[in-house]
């Protein structure tokens, strides 16, 4: 079965660090990435996605991620983060079995704060 | 604004009680999907709705049920409800035959005492 891990529950950074959130999932096929954020009282909102060609996505915000289909990594970055990225971040796969759109498969989450 | 509006935005229900949520999907989407996100956790796949029948399911009993009109809003339904349900439920609405960016709506918090 599908599963997807984020390694970091909470992370706490001061602002203009620099961000690493690691995602890793399993599954042997072809695969749809995703990253959404939730900021505090809003709904779930796409960052970025990968569905094939340049391993390296970038998104909205300044944010970016890396597919790396040999460690099943799709790691999400930022150069430096701002106090306006504190958020919970999620990871997402999606199997290709067709046609059809199928479901996504989230991992916990990450919670971001960042401190001015 | 996602454009995927749910009601309500919080309810409280009590062990064995049945309830109903509503979605309506964002302009020009037919496909819409409910998750479960309970407390701490991501967001786990119940269902899908695309041409008023239920196209996949996640894991998740019978009590949890669903439906789409004809204007493909949708309804989620579970029936006899236990602590355990006590979660945000979120709508997600795409195309079927797009590029499977679902957009999300804002939830429905359940709480079941």
């Known amino acids: 079965a599908q599963s997807v891990s984020q390694h970091n529950h909470h992370v706490i950074l001061s602002e203009a660090a620099s961000l690493e959130l690691g995602c890793n999932y399993s599954?042997?096929?072809?695969?749809?990435l995703f990253w959404y954020v939730q900021y505090p009282g809003q709904h779930l909102q796409l960052l970025l996605k990968?569905?094939?060609?340049?391993?390296l996505v970038k998104g909205i915000k300044g944010f970016e991620a890396e597919f790396i289909k040999s460690k099943f990594s799709f790691n999400l970055r930022k150069p430096s983060v701002q106090w306006s990225d504190t958020a919970e971040y999620f990871c997402?796969?999606?199997?290709?079995?067709?046609?059809?759109?199928?479901?996504?498969?989230f991992g916990t989450g990450t919670l971001l704060a960042v401190q001015p | 604004d996602a454009g995927v509006t749910q009601s309500p935005t919080h309810l409280i229900k009590t062990r064995g009680q049945q309830v109903t949520l509503r979605c309506s999907p964002k302009?020009?989407?037919?496909?819409v999907s409910w998750y479960q996100q309970a407390l701490g956790q991501g967001p786990q796949f119940i269902f899908q709705y695309y041409e008023e029948e239920e196209r996949q399911r996640g894991n998740f009993p019978d009590r949890f049920s669903g439906h789409q009109f004809p204007n493909y809003s949708s309804e989620l339904n579970v029936n006899a409800l236990l602590l355990g349900d006590s979660a945000l439920y979120l709508c997600?609405?795409?195309?079927?035959?797009?590029?499977?960016?679902?957009?999300f709506g804002s939830g429905t918090q359940l709480s079941v005492l």
């Open positions: 997600a609405s795409s195309l079927l035959q797009g590029k499977e960016k679902l957009f």
């Open positions: 997402a796969v999606k199997g290709q079995y067709g046609g059809a759109t199928n479901k996504l498969i």
């Open positions: 990968y569905f094939s060609g340049d391993p």
């Open positions: 599954y042997g096929g072809t695969v749809n």
């Open positions: 302009s020009g989407h037919d496909t």
